[in-house]
């Protein structure tokens, strides 16, 4: 079997207020018939966000207390002015920021800005990953 990621899901607390979010930053929402969830399209993959209670006792779990929840989601980009301008989309839409968006030792530019639940998202510019028309990212062998 291929290794692949097909779907990404986010424990929100108010999903109204996440989907209203993702809306706010361009993200299309999709299947809006589904109740309780909501997905967009992204790429070949897709996002989905569902209430926290919820997605844990799916997983068989108990809620978690929140804060950092040791991953990040990442967005690249073309340039470094797209992500400054991604970045301000995100503050615009209620987002928090997380940490500025500077050079980095491996290269690049980027800055964190986390969604209303917390979730961290890495806006990057990687000169090292080239992009696609499609927009995906190409990790070098």
Same mark, same amino acid.
């Given at each position: 079997?291929?290794?692949?990621?097909?779907?990404?899901?986010?424990?929100?607390?108010?999903?109204?207020?996440?989907?209203?979010?993702?809306?706010?930053?361009?993200?299309?929402?999709?299947?809006?018939?589904?109740?309780?969830?909501?997905?967009?399209?992204?790429?070949?993959? @897709?996002?989905?966000?569902?209430?926290? #209670? *919820?997605?844990? =006792?799916? +997983?068989?779990?108990?809620?978690?207390?929140? /804060? $950092?929840?040791?991953?990040?989601?990442?967005?690249?980009?073309?340039?470094?002015?797209?992500?400054?301008?991604?970045?301000?989309?995100?503050?615009?839409?209620?987002?928090?920021?997380?940490?500025?968006?500077?050079?980095?030792?491996? @290269?690049?530019?980027?800055?964190?800005? #986390? *969604?209303?639940? =917390?979730? +961290?998202?890495?806006?990057?510019?990687?000169? /090292? $990953?080239?992009?696609?028309?499609?927009?995906?990212?190409?990790?070098?062998?």
């Amino acid at each position: 079997m291929a290794p692949r990621l097909a779907l990404v899901t986010l424990g929100v607390a108010d999903l109204a207020r996440a989907t209203a979010f993702y809306e706010a930053i361009g993200f299309e929402r999709r299947l809006r018939a589904a109740e309780g969830v909501a997905f967009f399209q992204l790429g070949p993959l @897709g996002l989905s966000l569902y209430p926290d #209670a *919820d997605l844990a =006792g799916d +997983a068989g779990v108990s809620p978690g207390a929140g /804060g $950092f929840r040791g991953m990040s989601l990442a967005r690249n980009v073309a340039t470094r002015q797209d992500v400054d301008a991604i970045i301000a989309v995100m503050l615009t839409a209620g987002g928090r920021p997380m940490r500025a968006a500077g050079e980095k030792e491996w @290269g690049g530019y980027s800055g964190y800005v #986390a *969604d209303p639940d =917390g979730h +961290a998202w890495e806006i990057a510019w990687n000169p /090292g $990953f080239p992009l696609g028309e499609d927009g995906a990212i190409t990790i070098p062998a």
